[in-house]
């Protein structure tokens, strides 16, 4: 699908989808206990519809109480599966795989879209030490693994995705045996924070013993009946630019305290000049004494599309470190960003590991492609409405991944 935006005045107040990445890690965890949860504020793009339909597979009986309320009944210690698909999730694949490896019968994970060209050999380095047999296919999905997962003391390189540390550490707490894990060259940290809270949510409890060794007891019960998912920083990061670009447009549903590695975005705009604003209408943010961004997003690296639409149209010269984390998304998103945004008139460079962007006053209006990832569309989407010039943003639809309604969003704040 093509989506055409035309200058028009947006403003309002936009109401934020509930976490994928946590909806997603709690629906896994609710279908690892042997009772019911009721998990409240889930979402329903396609990331989250894979999760529950795996969790489906994995025995749970999932019950719809309203639109966002589900109850998860888990029956994964008597349930037989042969396979997964993971549809487009990256974080689906991730933590499936290792909780695949729970099963002494053999698994295969497969996928669709663009999950199926990204790589995944991490799995075959470090899941044989742990009594697993793994087959890619030619490095990538689908991957067949056969378990179980043995406990025991072990490193794994944590520099490719933090998402694969993340599963272990769920498969982990449910294995026979205490397993002691150290993580080297971690990255994306506060994602493994946040499952860490998640699972403690759930009554699951890993201790961090030193900086990056995880202590992790096995068998732990899965007893709380209960959580709620937060609003997603990582959607709302497109509004929060668009306000900082000058749009009176504010954010609601969003939790300050929340685990979420994208509230960062909240630092860089601060250190940027931004001022935050936390109204009764939700969250605004204030750009007019803004000034180019200089900032690191190594850890938070799904910001970098909203960023480089803020640094597009700050004039001055940007900075943003951490491009390394970008080849292995939805697509190449450094190159897909230079692209797209030259072909907005904004020259973007990328030296070493990082981005240089240098801002403009004016944008040219152009016929941009998303390369079929959902942050390049949402990212361009928001440069057209505060550059206030005409895109058609081909394949718009790659927004289901995380974000179903967010056309919908956008059209509700023509005035
Ligand atoms: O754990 C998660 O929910 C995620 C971790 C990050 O991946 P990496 O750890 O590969 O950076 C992020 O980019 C992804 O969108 C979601
Ligand atoms: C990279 C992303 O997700 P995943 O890795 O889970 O597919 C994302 O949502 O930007």
């Known amino acids: 699908m093509n989506y055409a935006i035309k200058p028009k005045t947006y403003q309002g107040i936009i109401h934020i989808p509930p976490s994928k990445s946590d909806s997603q890690r709690a629906i896994l965890i609710a279908a690892l206990a042997n009772r019911t949860s009721v998990l409240i504020n889930v979402g329903s793009s396609n990331d989250e519809m894979a999760m529950l339909a795996n969790a489906e597979k994995l025995g749970a009986v999932i019950t719809r109480i309203d639109e966002k309320t589900l109850s998860v009944a888990g029956n994964f210690d008597q349930t037989i599966v042969s396979e997964l698909n993971c549809g487009e999730s990256g974080l689906g694949a991730r933590l499936l795989t290792p909780v695949a490896t729970l099963k002494t019968q053999p698994v295969t994970l497969t996928g669709e879209g663009s999950l199926v060209r990204r790589d ?27 378990g179980p997962l043995k406990p025991g003391t072990y490193s794994v390189d944590g520099s490719e995705s933090s998402q694969y540390i993340s599963g272990l550490l769920i498969a982990f707490s449910q294995t026979e045996g205490t397993t002691l894990l150290q993580v080297e060259n971690s990255t994306s940290k506060p994602y493994i924070d946040m499952t860490l809270h998640t699972l403690k949510s759930f009554g699951v409890h890993i ?16 007893t709380e009946a209960s959580y709620t998912i937060d609003g997603d920083w990582s959607s709302a990061s497109y509004w929060l630019t668009a306000a900082a670009l000058g749009m009176k447009i504010s954010v609601q549903g969003l939790s300050l305290s929340s685990k979420q590695a994208d509230k960062a975005i909240l630092n860089a ?25 200089d900032f690191n997003a190594t850890d938070c690296p799904d910001l970098f599309p909203a960023l480089t639409t803020y640094a597009a149209l ?54 941009v492609s998303s390369h079929n ?43």
């Open 120 to 146: 995944q050999t991490f799995f075959e380095r470090f899941l044989p030490q742990m009594g697993v047999n793994v087959q890619l296919t030619n490095e990538k999905l689908p991957i067949r693994v056969s």
């Open 314 to 367: 700050t004039p001055g010269l940007s900075r943003i470190k951490g491009v390394h984390r970008l080849a292995n998304k939805e697509s190449n998103r450094g190159k897909a960003l230079q692209q797209e945004f030259t072909k907005l008139g904004v020259a973007i460079r990328v030296e070493e590991d990082t981005m240089f962007i240098e801002g403009v006053e004016t944008l040219l209006p152009a016929v």
């Open 269 to 293: 705009f601060m250190l940027a000049g931004c001022r935050i604003l936390n109204t009764e209408n939700g969250l605004k943010i204030d750009g007019t004494d803004r000034k180019p961004l």
């Open 207 to 222: 201790e961090e013993e030193e900086k990056e060794i995880y202590k992790i007891t096995g068998k732990q019960p899965i």
């Open 373 to 415: 990832d959902h942050r390049i569309a949402m990212c361009l989407a928001i440069a057209s409405i505060a550059g206030r010039v005409e895109l058609t943003i081909e394949q718009a639809d790659a927004v289901g991944k995380s974000y179903p309604g967010f056309w919908e969003d956008l059209e509700a704040l023509v005035c």
